[in-house]
């Protein structure tokens, strides 16, 4: 069981505890590639492995205000997004994030995934949860992770003060409802300093509206491709031999950015 606040901030920190501290809250890649941990399919609990494509994006997401993530499929796009997220909430008192996603078991999923990286913490990091439900989490320091879909923050989230927006693969959303929520929340969003709205897509080319993402990258939305060569192990044969076991209209739409 996680000490309680008082209990950890009210004891003398030994000077490499200070370091460390400050040092994690200053370089998110550290902290996330030092101390987050992920369930693996294959090894089980491990580190996030940091390669070319989750440094990529991390350093988009920390150093913008607006990011659009066009990316190859298993970029591990998902996990770095929780993980920077539970780096924002532990090192910035009473901020809001909320996850989007084109359904709530996506965006609950991936509540889950931060509130068991926060788990797995180190006494240090870990936060103590204040509220605990299966759509937020509220820290101690009043910092709050929300899920929700895009049906439901139609009215959820309207006038709602957000300092941080993930939308999960908006290739699968509805471009009209998109329409509606970012002419409905996005002016909330940006009036507040700081602010982020980080959105990740797959080839939407084939799936998404071209008007939307004009639309989004023409006030100054970052474009952070992560192609499919950025993922460690994926070679030319097996891109070639991934095209004759599905065909190239299959790999244009999953992996082509």
Request: net charge positive; proline share 3%.
């Amino acid at each position: 069981m996680a000490k309680s606040p008082e209990a950890r901030y009210t004891s003398e920190f030994k000077n490499d505890d200070l370091y460390e501290l400050l040092n994690c809250k200053n370089h998110p890649e550290y902290f996330i590639s030092k101390y987050v941990k992920v369930t693996n399919c294959d090894t089980g609990l491990t580190n996030i492995r940091m390669n070319k494509a989750t440094l990529r994006m991390l350093a988009r997401i920390h150093k913008n205000k607006k990011v659009l993530i066009n990316k190859t499929r298993q970029t591990g796009c998902s996990i770095i997004n929780c993980a920077y997220i539970l780096w924002y909430s532990i090192f910035n008192s009473n901020r809001v994030s909320v996850i989007l996603a084109p359904n709530l078991s996506i965006s609950e999923s991936l509540l889950d995934i931060i509130r068991e990286m926060n788990n797995q913490l180190p006494e240090l990091f870990k936060q103590t949860l204040v509220v605990n439900n299966v759509r937020e989490i509220r820290f101690y320091n009043g910092s709050i992770i929300k899920a929700t879909s895009i049906h439901n923050s139609l009215n959820q989230l309207r006038g709602y003060s957000i300092n941080h927006l993930y939308i999960d693969e908006i290739t699968f959303i509805d471009s009209e409802k998109l329409k509606i929520l970012f002419s409905s929340i996005l002016p909330v969003i940006f009036s507040i300093n700081n602010s982020k709205l980080i959105l990740s897509s797959g080839n939407y080319n084939h799936n998404f509206s071209k008007e939307i993402v004009e639309k989004l990258i023409s006030p100054g939305f970052v474009v952070c491709k992560i192609p499919w060569h950025f993922i460690p192990g994926l070679t030319t044969i097996w891109k070639l031999e991934t095209i004759i076991n599905i065909g190239w209209d299959a790999w244009n739409s999953e992996f082509e950015v």
